[in-house]
């Protein structure tokens, strides 16, 4: 396994946020995290990429356990993020926030900064604009054109289309699987049920801080979503 | 006449100043923290080109190529060991860890070199002037604002067209979001304070080379490397070097008019432009 969680809990203080979350994601696969607000989505993310630490075995990458490093030690294994509400760095360019997602991992792989330009077009005309001039939609394709740079075996996508108009949400995923092409595994976390299951070969949905539901994308019935996502039959 | 000669000894004086301040200025801007114990790191590194030029018979400039990396890794130690351990939310802990260092840095000092104040010999250069026609200035002051000019570009270089400026600018704007980009802030913390530190020893050259300088004088330092930095808007460099020259001229305007207004007459430049530009005359977008 690329990926697995074993039992991950996760704590904002006094507050639990995750109860013993098991997940795993293969190489090459593309997994949807579903849930609705509040349900731990984000917080599972967060734990997996370092920015909440955790017990070491509780987040293993190809067996070994990575639940105690940094987020930048988490990265140079190869599992990049991108962040919910983007976070792009002001100061940057758009250019300088593509460079800086290449900066310190430097794996050989299909991204670089004219594969993301090919990508997302518009992005090569902005590149001298400061990131945070971009609209939103552009300014979600520098976040994942910049955790591309690279070349992840995995990348985290959390809550990319949220705050995104329809149009703008829809040249997003059509990118999901050019990506996916490139050999990375993706984890798409989403609230938008029908997006997310459109892209994801299985599906996890979590509801106050525990998966609900593990399910192949292609079998899953409305009636079981709706039981995982509000915890009641329709 | 006169006053053309003390507007440009004003200038030039500024350029100490803004040395004073850039090391500041680069360690507020990437980590938003005040070092307390900046002015006291000068004269220690005062001491340390002193010791250079005194035990080993090195020119002042040698000495000061050799204590360069002295004092680089000097920050380093500093901030790993010390500094990234306090840095948080509160602002707090960070200034009573600088306030500490510099009150053990001046008794330490005492200690070791005595209350006895001391100069760097610089030779023929202390004395020495150009002739520019309507005014003359010291080869020294020239030389302390050329090195403040250079100081300034390579940071702004280092700042805008390298890889590590790049992740500076990144962790400062976001230190999480830096993280997930394989940047580990406390790294990139260490470099700053290190070339900070790097910055603190070519002030401390002049310095000592230009005046009497004794273990108590380094809070003064201080004061006016804040007020250069605030004046200028916290964060940008060339606004700390404009924000030297105020007071620079400010204090020698004052000097001219009477021999005791020098120091309150930078202090006044410093509240009358925090009066009319609260952040700085070249305050940062993003802040």
Known sequence: MLLQTHGLTANYGQFRALFGVDIAVAAGECVAIIGANGAGKSTLMRAITGVIRNEPAMVLHRGEPIGALSSAEVMKRGIAMVPEGRRLFPSLSVEENLLIGGQVRKAPGPWNLEAIYELFPILRERRRNPGTALSGGQQQMVAIGRALMSNPELLLCDEISLGLAPVVIRDIYAALPKIRAGGAAIVVVEQDIGKALAVADRVYCMMEGRVTLTAKAADVSRQQIHTAYFGEAA | MIWLDTLVQGILLGGLYALFAAGLSLVFGIMRLVNLAHGDLIVFAAYLVLM???????????????????????????????????????????????????????NGLLEAFSADSRRIPAGSLEGASLDLGLVTVGVMPLLTFASAIVVIVALNGLFYHTALGRAFRATSDDAVTAGLMGIEPKRIFAMATGIAMVVVTIAALYLGMRSNFDPSIGPARLIYAFEAVIIGGLGSLWGTLAGGVIIGVAQTFGAAVNPEWQILAGHIAFLVVMLLKPRGLFPRAVD
């Not at chain 2, 890794?73 to 306090?86: A, D, E, F, S, Y």
């Open chain 2, 52 to 106: 250079g030029v005194t035990l080993l018979g090195l020119s002042p400039w040698i000495a000061a190529l050799v204590a360069m990396p002295l004092m680089f890794g000097l920050g380093w130690l500093l901030q790993t060991v010390v500094l990234n351990r306090v840095l948080g939310k509160d602002i707090l802990p960070p200034l009573l860890v600088t306030f500490g260092l510099s009150v053990a840095l001046q």
